[in-house]
């Protein structure tokens, strides 16, 4: 499936004419006609999908809603829709991270190509959010001694260095390293080092170890 398309307007026949545009195109399309409304409902953001966004609305304006959105930790991208053009608002809202400003009247095409982007946009953060949770998954499923032994290897000391600060045997750091690249599903070092960087575990190189 597409994505679901989030339409928000106070004009009725935009509203359907615009649904049926996106529903030919294979989207699923949920219709609000106020910014509250949508505020009330909340959108799921485990789907992928976009809000496309009239800017004046009665009562909460598109840009407030937008603001609104952005607070609750909001991740749907927006696309501005408005009849009225205004530069002010227009740089506002695409400094506040809209991800596009349309004019009406829209064109098909242009209205088509900027939600398929926006989704697009939106599956690639979804992705890189649940490749993140699962590596940290990963990271916490270490032992106490195995996170120790972890933050040693990817700061780069030896199994020599990792033994004598650990108080223990070369033996037994090798022992657990081949349990960490297990756990965390990787073969080689590097890979350890750049999971590592993903995850930010690594502090200042002169930061005690915990």
């Keep these: 499936m597409p994505g679901i398309v989030h339409v928000v307007d106070d004009d009725a026949s935009f509203r359907t004419a615009i649904q049926r545009l996106l529903q030919v195109a294979g989207y699923t399309v949920i219709t609000y006609p106020s910014a509250q409304q949508l505020l009330d409902q909340r959108p799921n953001e485990n789907a992928g999908g976009c809000i496309l966004l009239d800017v004046r609305l009665p009562g909460l304006s598109g840009p407030e809603l937008q603001t609104r959105l952005t607070e609750l930790g909001s991740t749907l991208p927006i696309i501005f829709l408005t009849g009225y053009p205004d530069i002010s608002t227009t740089v506002r809202a695409i400094k506040s991270g809209a ?6 009247p ?7 190509s900027a939600v398929e982007k926006a989704i697009a946009r939106h599956d690639r953060e979804r992705a890189f959010k649940g490749e993140l949770e699962a590596l940290r998954a990963r990271l916490s499923s270490l032992t106490p001694r195995q996170r120790q032994v972890f933050e040693m290897v990817v700061r780069g000391k030896t199994n020599k260095h990792a033994a004598r600060e650990l108080g223990c045997t070369e033996r037994t750091i090798k022992a657990h390293r081949q349990l960490i690249m297990e756990k965390m599903q990787v073969r080689t070092v590097p890979q350890l080092v750049t999971i590592a960087e993903r995850l930010r575990v690594l502090g200042p190189r002169n930061a005690p170890n915990h």
């Design 99 to 104: 991800d596009n400003f349309l004019i009406k």
């Design 106 to 112: 829209v064109s098909s095409n242009e209205l088509l």
